[in-house]
């Protein structure tokens, strides 16, 4: 049964920088595993971020990017806003199947 | 526009099974490279992957749930079916229904709480 393992909390300034990662069971979280990111404040219904690793959708602000950090994925925000504060997921791609890691709760403090 | 609606009961027994539509509009599902999939929610829990199917009718299943799900595609009517056998407690959640595109899941539903409870 493959885990993919994120940070359970982060906190972080407004303003400030930080990164949440995603890693995988498995091994490395390369860009095979086609890293999504996905933000969920609560009470509402997930929006996707990035996919792919480092793409973004239209309505990705700027400041979210992803990349692949070491052995994991990873998305960084920079120039931290209050809206921020949410669940972040990542979901990892398995040669058909899909896994998604437990979420990261963001507070901005 | 893409839009995506989850149909469905609310309340299903345990050992039933749960039937759920996707009903979807603003894009095919015979283009190349689209698929629909479900993802679900316990309550206060994560997001949970479950299945997908491609413009192909190629299929995939959580490997944790193999066995009590599939997935089926109406192209013509613009819906995909997901049933889940032999429902517990423990399948209670919210679930989506979600628009797959180049390894993206882009649009979702609103999705709909379904409760398993005798």
């Known amino acids: 049964q493959t885990v993919v393992t994120q940070e359970p909390s982060l906190t972080v300034s407004p303003g400030g920088t930080v990164t949440l990662t995603c890693a995988s069971s498995?091994?490395?979280?390369?860009?095979?595993?086609?890293p999504n990111w996905f933000q969920q404040k609560p009470g509402q219904v997930p929006r996707a971020l990035i996919y792919?690793?480092?793409n973004k959708h239209s309505w990705t602000p700027a400041r979210f990017s992803g990349s692949l950090l070491g052995d994991k994925a990873a998305l960084t925000l920079s120039g931290v806003q209050p809206e921020d504060e949410a669940e972040y997921y990542c979901?990892?791609?398995?040669?058909?199947?899909?896994?998604f890691g437990g979420g990261t709760k963001l507070t901005v403090l | 526009q893409i839009t995506l609606k989850e149909s469905g009961p609310t309340l299903v027994k345990p050992t039933q099974t749960l039937t759920l539509t996707c009903t979807f509009s603003?894009?095919?599902?015979?283009?190349?490279?689209?698929?629909v999939g479900w993802i679900r929610q316990p309550p206060g829990k994560a997001l949970e992957w479950l299945a997908v199917?491609?413009?192909?009718?190629?299929?995939r299943y959580s490997p944790s749930l193999t066995g009590r799900l599939s997935i089926t595609k109406d192209t013509s009517k613009n819906q995909v079916v997901l049933t889940v056998t032999n429902v517990s407690p423990v399948d209670t959640a919210t679930y989506y229904c979600?628009?797959?595109?180049?390894?993206?899941?882009?649009?979702w539903g609103q999705g709909m709480l379904v409760t398993v409870s005798s």
């Open positions: 979600v628009h797959f595109n180049d390894f993206s899941g882009d649009y």
């Open positions: 603003g894009f095919s599902l015979s283009t190349t490279g689209v698929g």
């Open positions: 199917v491609f413009w192909h009718d190629d299929k």
């Open positions: 498995t091994g490395a979280v390369t860009s095979g595993n086609y």
């Open positions: 792919r690793t480092s």
């Open positions: 979901l990892l791609y398995y040669g058909g199947s899909r896994v």
